[in-house]
């Protein structure tokens, strides 16, 4: 179970994160991309914080979170300078593709009866993290 410290520095990092990477997807020039922050889960130990991503369009995720990752160290640098008064160390930052959004579409259209998993066995590919 979390901790009321680790629940306040994920909301933290979640909120900041967020705007530094929608503000870095304005700079870049880069139409019609959104960027959200789903989740933060911060390790007990505050040394490791996994950050959960959801990416649209969905065909620009690899691209974008192989440039994420690229550029970690700037973003961590400039996190650390946002909450400098709110936390003594910046825990490492992971990226992740949360994809449950699609995976609850793919789910819900299959529900619906437009994607029959049983006709189309392409529809049950094992989900994969990027």
Do not use: C, W
């Not at 520095?9 to 705007?19: E, K, S």
């Not at 991503?53 to 300078?81: M, R, W």
């Amino acid at each position: 179970m979390e901790s009321n410290r680790q629940k306040k520095i994920a909301g933290v990092l979640q909120a900041d994160l967020a705007d530094v990477l929608q503000g870095a997807v304005r700079d870049g020039g880069l139409q019609g991309v959104l960027i959200s922050v789903s989740k933060v889960a911060v390790t007990t130990d505050l040394s490791i914080a996994k950050v959960y991503l959801s990416i649209f369009p969905v065909n620009k995720t690899a691209e974008l979170l192989a440039g994420i990752k690229a550029n970690k160290a700037a973003i961590k640098h400039e996190i650390a300078q946002r909450t400098k008064h709110q936390l003594r160390r910046m825990p490492e930052l992971l990226f992740f593709v949360d994809d449950s959004l699609e995976y609850i579409d793919t789910i819900e259209k299959s529900l619906k009866g437009e994607e029959n998993p049983i006709k189309d066995t392409d529809l049950l590919d094992d989900r994969k993290k990027i």
